[in-house]
């Protein structure tokens, strides 16, 4: 059974101070509107503690940071939550309903490591077969907790199952989970826009990893290089991957 979160580290995390930089006010409300939510981030700060003495670049400020991406990215490029054939009333809802789902399934893509020894998290080497296997687990273990452990407070009916899918499929290019082990959904509109935001959540997820510390290696920095590495991983991303890269590294995000 997992331990119970320290309501001391939990006051210290939900400190202003605690972050190197201010939440989105967008995704402090999911945070604090969501109790579930805010669980499963503070027991990853606590993992972290362990093994890192409150070292904020680790999963916690992972999630958060793609969430962020997630956000700006949708903000950027509003046609990436953009559903077809809908008045345009009916679009600007529908369009923040997507962007919403978008936002939360990058905040909870990697709560499944909250189930992962973490031990295995912070190795600074390389991992054995069996240890790559457990943290490959964790898209699943992640998707459980979604449909599991947090409440029905994700939006509409039927967005939790949505945001599971999106989070259960992110590392689709790393070779898992199998195609086989996939859920299609019945509509094949929604279908159509959990591919989208599967593939924006898994490029951002790559990029963020790759440009931050990480316990077996320091951030990457080469623009070249980082461009080069996601573009030839996600075809058809060029204009996403330019931003990202030319845009949100050393300080340089547009205002």
Avoid at 37 to 48: K, P
Avoid at 91 to 105: C, G, N, Y
Wanted: glycine fraction near 4%; aromatic fraction near 6%; proline fraction near 4%.
């Amino acid at each position: 059974m997992r331990e119970k979160f320290n309501n001391n580290l939990r006051e210290e995390i939900t400190n202003p101070e605690f972050h190197e930089e201010e939440i989105d006010p967008y995704i402090e409300d999911i945070i604090t509107n969501n109790p579930d939510i805010e669980g499963e981030l503070t027991q990853l700060a606590q993992n972290e503690h362990e093994y890192e003495n409150g070292r904020v670049e680790g999963t916690r400020k992972h999630c958060i940071d793609v969430a962020e991406l997630a956000l700006d990215i949708s903000n950027k490029f509003p046609d990436l939550t953009k559903a077809s054939g809908l008045l345009e009333d009916e679009q600007e809802q529908e369009k923040a309903r997507w962007q919403r789902i978008l936002v939360t399934s990058a905040l909870l893509h990697d709560v499944g490591k909250n189930e992962v020894p973490s031990w295995i998290i912070a190795k600074p080497g390389k991992l054995t077969e069996e240890e790559r296997a457990k943290v490959n687990q964790h898209v699943t273990l992640s998707r459980n907790i979604i449909l599991e452990q947090i409440k029905d407070t994700l939006g509409q009916p039927g967005e939790k199952e949505i945001i599971a899918e999106i989070v259960y499929r992110h590392h689709f290019r790393d070779g898992y989970p199998e195609q086989e082990e996939v859920n299609k959904h019945s509509d094949p509109s929604i279908e159509r826009m959990i591919q989208r935001l599967t593939e924006i959540v898994a490029v951002i997820d790559n990029f963020d990893s790759m440009r931050s510390f990480r316990y077996y290696r320091n951030p990457e920095e080469d623009k070249e290089l980082l461009v080069k590495f996601l573009s030839r991983k996600f075809k058809g991303h060029d204009e996403l991957i330019s931003y990202l890269v030319n845009n949100l590294i050393e300080g340089g995000e547009e205002q």
